[in-house]
């Protein structure tokens, strides 16, 4: 039975969509086709497992239809390792949810696990923004949306409109602090992440066993959830949908991609900056939970609060 020795488990919008390409790009290391399987958090669940403010099939499309629930498809995804040393996936839900890092523990306990974390206040306005620009499932401002996030989470709405609790991240670290050893758990900061790509990432190669000095191709980075002029052409260029599709097979593949990066330039526009009094409040909700962080991780986070 092939499976990871190496998971990275978030954070959500904290870079590890780039990540997981730059590890993918080392000949040492055998990264998932599919990058967020999810197996871990959503074993033997119905999908889509929580609800949402549009109709679940709409949800599974676009939130859950890569997620993976049984043993044996979560296994398929690593059959075509040959002689990598490293054999990675990535599932940023992981970081979340407690069960997935017993369930971990279970299945895979000498796992190396990669956590990338992020001012969780930029975390989730980062969030929010993907959520109502990107796939417009979030009909509410800022302040309203936060306002009603425990209502929303005690009727079932899924992780995604879990704003503050995703960046609570004392709780959900400690729970893997305490079931591993503590040098199987690897922990960076997005900040860092940003200033020194190259050096975190052969950071990580070392923490996973491969040659260190390999230097990945870095020009195409993920870009952060921007604004979009029109939802319905942001869907049409970017989201599974049959006349994306009808292209993709009747036009040369330079001119599709041409059209699809005319398009989105188009399309998008700067982000508004969050409002001051949201930024405070939050500060404030978040100030114990960092200050509990940095005691766990040994790191100064002070600059979180500033």
């Given at each position: 039975m092939t499976l990871p020795n190496f998971i990275i488990i978030g954070a959500a919008k904290s870079g590890t969509t780039s990540l997981y390409y730059y590890l993918k790009q080392h000949p040492?290391?055998?990264?998932?086709s599919n990058k967020e399987p999810n197996f871990f958090a959503f074993k033997?669940?119905?999908?889509?497992?929580?609800?949402?403010?549009?109709?679940?099939?709409?949800?599974?499309e676009i939130l859950y239809k890569y997620s993976i629930t049984d043993i044996e498809r979560y296994q398929a995804l690593f059959r075509e390792v040959?002689?990598?040393?490293?054999?990675?996936?990535?599932?940023?839900?992981?970081?979340?949810?407690?069960?997935?890092?017993?369930?971990?523990?279970?299945?895979?306990?000498?796992?190396?696990?990669?956590?990338?974390?992020?001012?969780?206040?930029?975390?989730?306005?980062?969030?929010?923004?993907?959520?109502?620009?990107?796939?417009?499932?979030?009909?509410?401002?800022?302040?309203?949306a936060l306002e009603q996030e425990n209502e929303?989470?005690?009727?079932?709405w899924g992780w995604d409109w879990h704003y503050t609790q995703l960046g609570m991240y004392y709780r959900q670290l400690k729970c893997y602090v305490d079931l591993f050893e503590r040098e199987q758990i690897k922990i960076f900061l997005y900040e860092n992440f940003c200033l020194d790509p190259v050096g975190v990432v052969q950071d990580i190669y070392r923490h996973i066993g491969v040659d260190s000095s390999f230097i990945p191709e870095m020009?195409?980075?993920?870009?952060?959830?921007?604004r979009s002029r029109n939802?319905?052409?942001?869907?049409?260029?970017?989201?599974?949908?049959?006349?994306?599709?009808?292209?993709?097979r009747v036009l040369p593949k330079p001119v599709y991609n041409w059209i699809v990066s005319y398009g989105n330039r188009w399309n998008r526009i700067p982000i508004v900056p969050m409002a001051t009094e949201n930024r405070q409040n939050l500060k404030g909700l978040f100030r114990e939970d960092i200050a509990k962080l940095q005691s766990l991780i040994d790191r100064d986070l002070s600059a979180w609060l500033h």
């Amino acid at each position: 039975m092939t499976l990871p020795n190496f998971i990275i488990i978030g954070a959500a919008k904290s870079g590890t969509t780039s990540l997981y390409y730059y590890l993918k790009q080392h000949p040492q290391v055998f990264m998932s086709s599919n990058k967020e399987p999810n197996f871990f958090a959503f074993k033997d669940l119905e999908l889509p497992p929580f609800s949402g403010p549009v109709d679940s099939r709409i949800l599974y499309e676009i939130l859950y239809k890569y997620s993976i629930t049984d043993i044996e498809r979560y296994q398929a995804l690593f059959r075509e390792v040959s002689d990598e040393k490293a054999i990675g996936e990535a599932s940023v839900r992981y970081l979340y949810f407690p069960q997935a890092a017993a369930r971990i523990k279970k299945y895979i306990p000498k796992v190396k696990l990669v956590v990338m974390l992020r001012n969780p206040i930029d975390r989730l306005y980062s969030h929010y923004l993907m959520m109502r620009e990107k796939y417009n499932f979030e009909p509410l401002s800022l302040a309203k949306a936060l306002e009603q996030e425990n209502e929303r989470i005690r009727n079932n709405w899924g992780w995604d409109w879990h704003y503050t609790q995703l960046g609570m991240y004392y709780r959900q670290l400690k729970c893997y602090v305490d079931l591993f050893e503590r040098e199987q758990i690897k922990i960076f900061l997005y900040e860092n992440f940003c200033l020194d790509p190259v050096g975190v990432v052969q950071d990580i190669y070392r923490h996973i066993g491969v040659d260190s000095s390999f230097i990945p191709e870095m020009s195409q980075r993920s870009k952060e959830s921007g604004r979009s002029r029109n939802h319905s052409l942001n869907h049409l260029l970017n989201e599974p949908n049959r006349i994306r599709s009808s292209f993709q097979r009747v036009l040369p593949k330079p001119v599709y991609n041409w059209i699809v990066s005319y398009g989105n330039r188009w399309n998008r526009i700067p982000i508004v900056p969050m409002a001051t009094e949201n930024r405070q409040n939050l500060k404030g909700l978040f100030r114990e939970d960092i200050a509990k962080l940095q005691s766990l991780i040994d790191r100064d986070l002070s600059a979180w609060l500033h």
